[in-house]
């Protein structure tokens, strides 16, 4: 399958997500956001999207997740910069089987957990992997990046 002409990448966005996924036409469909602090809380989770919301210039991707070794937080579409997450799941419902032997007390790198974040996104897109949160399921996530593809455009701080 061809794939159409890829849209314009908006740099200073892309510096910012530490993963994005685009779907099978190449649109922009997942920013995720990958930090390693010690304790993740909503609030804090909020201030980092709306960092990324105040360069996006007018463009948003249909999810947006702040990822920590803690908490996976969701945001579906283009809600304020202030909104609270749509979903917040344990990092560890979702992304458990990509953390075999990591005890859950130990310290996870941004680095590594946004590897782990990579390959949970990319199985999910390339359907090798189905969610196991029924709650991420049911935001149409798995859909919209079915046959899409992954980039790292950017290293977790």
């Known amino acids: 399958m061809t794939r159409p002409v890829a849209a314009p990448r908006y740099h200073c966005v892309m510096n910012y997500a530490n993963v994005t996924v685009f779907d099978r036409y190449d649109q922009l ?5 990958v930090r390693a602090p010690k304790k993740s809380s909503k609030s804090w989770a909020v201030k980092e999207r709306r960092d990324i919301r105040e360069i996006q210039e007018g463009f948003l991707s249909r999810f947006t997740l702040v990822v920590a070794p803690d908490f996976v937080y969701l945001w579906k579409s283009a809600k304020p910069a202030k909104a609270t997450p749509d979903l ?5 419902e979702i ?23 990579g390959m949970w996104l990319g199985d999910l897109a390339i359907g090798l992997a189905r969610s196991t949160a029924p709650s991420v399921e049911k935001t149409g ?12 455009p950017r290293a977790a701080a």
């Open 141 to 152: 996530l798995t859909k919209a990046i079915s046959g899409g593809r992954i980039d790292f």
């Open 95 to 117: 992304l458990g089987k990509y953390m075999n032997g990591i005890d859950e007390h130990d310290f996870i790198p941004a680095s590594t957990l946004e590897l782990i974040v």
């Open 88 to 92: 917040v799941v344990p990092a560890r």
């Open 29 to 33: 469909v997942v920013m995720a956001i």
